[in-house]
């Protein structure tokens, strides 16, 4: 009896780590024409299209008064955000420490410029009167206030981006409030009370940098309204002025006062220094002061002389189309040619064979979104500068953001098509499929096609979410707007909205892994 | 020599043949109309008209589901070209029959049938949608809004030229087919036009370019065919706008035609 050795082939075994894999995903890609062709068409639409939107927009500085186009720039505030810093301020020098105290017991606004104003009494949510210490009148300047509101009971707010709650409700004769402010070095802590006898801490800021002297004082200021008028397709809104009135008395300043008496000013006057409507009367330790504006970040809207830094990339959804195209071609041509039997079986783990594909085109979709926006973003802003037109600040990791997301969103968006695409196998159905899911909700949103709530709602649901990782200016409770997509605001925020592509992209890319391994090739 | 019209039967009754048995056309076909009919009744759910002067179309309102139906007129269209591509199946219909341009106006003139079908199914659904919902919505007699009805001209007009608007972007569709032979290629060129001048038309704070771009893209100059009310403050007469789209559809048609003689299958 012989015993036989089963055959084994002498030859060693193909390298099949993932390594490997890449290198042939890899190779397929760079070798097709037509998809590299299409990662160039996608960054080349993109700018294009970017351009085009300061090129196809004017403005003639030729305001009533001649005024010239610099009076449209916003100052800045201390973190180097847009800022409004509009209020009726009557202060004095405070040397060193110190602390300043008053009751506020009443707080009405009115419409300015009645005609179109709509009807009631015109005190807004955000209108707010109080105490601040301020670094200087200058615009911009660094400040801590504690204050009562229209409608959102008493705040602390500093620098113009912090915002602290305190008591809620209206101010009125029966319901006063005391407020009060003491400053001990850089920190100024914000006290509230309801009776003038039991205090309570509202917040304590710290500002770093605060010179020894400020200005303390009494303040009133009142955002302006809009009315948004929507129609299919379009949307317009007015607005105008309102003027907030506030009555204090029992005002306290305690400290060094190297001056000892009150003046009043109009800081970032709208109305001008010598306005009739704004202004401030004293009686003894009683002050009746009116002042119209905002102590605030700055929010895009659309259709404002003022525009975020990811207008420039308003063409990445053309781009978007393109990579999509691509990505969903990445593996239905396979099918259609009958390659994806060569590859299966070469690489029988099909998980990982779509794994390097999304490697391979999640990257190269990556690289196209970020070269892109590397372009897009500072030929547009320079172009949008050489307008005229106002470019919002935003710091450097907020630019970043943008930039490295405009490629993180191609990138997703890609592997998402590439899922899709494994498991319909059509590149056509595909590619509709996703095109219609991301880009057209957004398109709607945007052109402002459906009304906003339906549009917010769409962003919240769809892949199209993903576009806020390109939103650079952050919503502001504080300060009323509308805050539609259209303006740059996302519901869900930056991270929110690309979490919903991401969670869509996973879902898919679970779907096709099952599929491919339980379908026959 | 045969006479003409019996190689345009044939070539007709092939192109008739051959959509009518490719399983996607049905389900496409069905698409088209739950897509712009569920689109159509969201939106006359949303929409709703505070009161008197709100300054909105009730026929834009109630055929809004068109701006999604298109997608899978577009995908159809693409397919009956794109689809013989795929195949290699191109081959044996040239080699059947010579004359190129006649296999894409008898192509063109089938999708545009099934699509006249579709559409108007879609577009009287949607339209019977916007009549049952918008008057809960607001649009009342007080408030300045007769019930929809298909007996009022401008209304009438807006149905029959939205069944328009998507024959004309199925022609658009099969004329960039042609052009670039890949489906998916074709799919994006497409959406990617139609999608196109209305961002950018956002984007454009001058208000001439802004009309601009209104009057010149397929999408927003097509649409303007719905419009019933302020029709002197659109960028564009609805019948003229319709033309635009007919313009670029044309256009797409030219170019593919002559590329399919030019080319090689």
């Not at chain 1, 006290?191 to 304590?204: H, I, L, P, Q």
């Not at chain 1, 006057?269 to 102590?295: A, K, L, R, W």
Request: glycine share 12%.
């Amino acid at each position: 009896m012989t015993t036989t050795t089963p055959y084994r082939s002498e030859t060693r075994l193909a390298r099949d780590g993932f390594a490997q894999l890449l290198r042939a995903e890899w190779t397929k890609f760079r070798t097709v024409r037509g998809w590299v062709i299409g990662m160039v068409v996608a960054a080349l639409v993109t700018v294009l299209v970017g351009i085009l939107g300061p090129v196809g927009s004017s403005f003639s500085c030729s305001g009533p008064n001649g005024q010239s186009c610099g009076s449209h720039t916003p100052p800045l505030g201390p973190d180097g955000e847009a800022v409004t810093d509009s209020l009726f301020l009557v202060h004095q020098p405070l040397a060193g420490d110190g602390s300043i105290t008053v009751r506020v017991t009443s707080l009405t606004g009115r419409y300015l410029d009645a005609p179109g104003a709509p009807a009631g009494r015109g005190l807004q949510p955000w209108s707010k009167a109080g105490i601040m210490f301020k670094e200087s009148t200058t615009r911009g300047s660094a400040y801590a206030a504690v204050m009562v509101t229209g409608a959102n009971g008493v705040r602390m707010q500093h620098n113009y981006t912090g915002d602290t709650a305190g008591l809620p409700g209206e101010v009125s004769s029966t319901t006063p409030r005391w407020l009060r402010l003491t400053r001990s070095g850089d920190t100024i802590t914000g006290y509230e009370s309801a009776d003038g006898t039991k205090w309570s801490v509202v917040g304590t800021v710290n500002l770093a940098g605060l010179p020894s002297t400020v200005e303390a004082g009494l303040f009133a200021a009142s955002p302006g309204y809009t009315v948004t008028t929507e129609s299919f397709g379009s949307a317009s809104g007015s607005g105008g002025d309102t003027l907030a009135t506030a009555l204090f008395d029992h005002a306290d300043l305690q400290g060094t006062k190297p001056r000892g008496t009150w003046t009043g000013d109009d800081i970032g006057g709208q109305g001008g220094g010598n306005s009739p409507v704004t202004g401030f009367q004293q009686s003894g330790d009683s002050f009746t002061v009116s002042g119209t504006g905002d102590i605030a970040p700055v929010v895009a809207s659309r259709g404002s002389l003022s525009k975020t830094i990811e207008n420039g990339l308003v063409g990445a959804f053309a781009g978007l189309i393109a990579i999509i195209v691509v990505a969903t071609t990445f593996l239905t041509s396979e099918y259609r040619r009958g390659l994806i039997r060569t590859t299966l079986a070469a690489s029988p783990r099909r998980g990982r064979v779509l794994a390097a594909k999304a490697v391979v085109i999640g990257s190269a979709a990556f690289v196209t979104g970020l070269v892109t926006a590397a372009i897009a973003v500072p030929i547009v802003e320079k172009l949008e500068r050489d307008k005229g037109l106002y470019v919002f600040p935003v710091s450097a990791m907020t630019e970043l953001r943008v930039v490295a997301g405009t490629g993180a969103l191609l990138a997703v968006a890609a592997i998402l098509a590439l899922a899709v695409g494994t498991v319909l196998r059509r590149s056509a159905g595909a590619a509709t499929v996703v095109i219609v899911a991301i880009v057209l909700p957004y398109v709607f949103a945007v052109a402002s096609v459906l009304p906003s709530g339906a549009s917010q709602w769409l962003l919240r649901l769809t892949p199209a979410a993903g576009f806020a990782i390109l939103q650079s200016m952050p919503e502001y409770p504080q300060v009323a707007a509308a805050y539609t997509p259209a303006d740059g605001y996302f519901p869900l925020g930056p991270w929110g909205g690309f979490a919903v592509l991401c969670g869509y992209a996973a879902l898919a890319l679970v779907l096709a892994t099952f599929v491919l391994r339980r379908r026959d090739v | 020599m045969r006479p003409w019209w019996t190689s345009t039967a044939e070539a007709l009754h092939v192109e008739w043949t051959k959509l009518r048995t490719t399983t996607g056309t049905i389900w496409l076909l069905f698409a088209v109309v739950a897509l712009t009919v569920a689109l159509s009744a969201a939106s006359a759910a949303a929409v709703t008209c505070a009161g008197p002067g709100c300054d909105r179309d009730p026929a834009k309102v109630s055929l809004a589901g068109i701006t999604v139906g298109q997608a899978a007129v577009a995908m159809l269209a693409v397919l009956a070209v794109s689809g013989e591509y795929s195949t290699g199946m191109i081959r044996v219909t040239f080699a059947a029959m010579p004359r190129r341009t006649t296999v894409l106006a008898a192509k063109a003139a089938v999708v545009s049938g099934l699509v006249l079908v579709a559409g108007t199914v879609a577009v009287l659904a949607s339209v019977l949608a916007g009549l049952l919902i918008l008057p809960g919505n607001g649009f009342t007699a007080e408030n300045g809004y007769e019930a929809l009805s298909l007996a009022d001209g401008p209304v009438l007009r807006a149905a029959a030229g939205s069944v328009l608007y998507l024959v004309l972007i199925g022609l658009l569709s099969l004329g960039v087919a042609a052009v670039v032979r890949d489906a998916a290629a074709a799919i994006g060129i497409v959406l990617g036009l139609l999608y196109l001048f209305p961002i950018v038309a956002s984007v454009v704070s001058d208000p001439e370019w802004y009309r601009r771009f209104q009057q010149i893209g397929p999408m927003s100059a097509g649409l303007a065919v719905q419009a019933t009310v302020n029709l002197g403050s659109q960028p564009l007469d609805p019948w003229e706008g319709l033309g635009i789209l007919a313009i670029w559809a044309a256009g797409a048609l030219l170019a593919g035609g002559a590329l399919l003689r030019l080319r090689d299958a």
